[in-house]
């Protein structure tokens, strides 16, 4: 079976949901931005999710992706990428 591609950026993009993933304090936690543009008009502007817990943001964020069929890119700059989601991949 192909494992899930997602593509790594420095910052969120427009027409993608952003799975923005960090760590405070030892303490890795995810947010997701969702911009109005990937909503079919359901958004009249973005909204940006609380901070939670990173497989709580992962799980969110592939089935708002699912429901509204937008792509996730992932800002991850402290690797808190877990290996099992799938593999993370950067346009070059």
Same mark, same amino acid.
């Given at each position: 079976?192909?494992?899930?591609?997602?593509?790594? #950026?420095? /910052?969120?993009?427009?027409? @993608? *949901?952003? +799975?923005?993933?960090?760590?405070?304090?030892?303490?890795?936690?995810?947010?997701?931005?969702?911009?109005?543009?990937?909503?079919?008009?359901?958004?009249?502007?973005?909204?940006?999710?609380?901070?939670?817990? #990173?497989? /709580?943001?992962?799980?969110? @964020? *592939?089935? +708002?992706?699912?429901?509204?069929?937008?792509?996730?890119?992932?800002?991850?700059?402290?690797?808190?990428?877990?290996?099992?989601?799938?593999?993370?991949?950067?346009?070059?």
């Amino acid at each position: 079976m192909a494992r899930n591609r997602f593509e790594q #950026v420095d /910052e969120p993009q427009e027409d @993608a *949901i952003t +799975l923005s993933l960090t760590a405070r304090d030892g303490e890795p936690f995810g947010t997701i931005l969702c911009p109005a543009g990937v909503t079919a008009g359901r958004l009249k502007e973005s909204v940006t999710s609380a901070e939670m817990g #990173v497989v /709580e943001a992962f799980r969110s @964020a *592939i089935r +708002l992706a699912n429901e509204i069929k937008a792509p996730i890119v992932v800002v991850d700059p402290d690797r808190v990428w877990k290996e099992e989601w799938g593999d993370l991949y950067r346009e070059q």
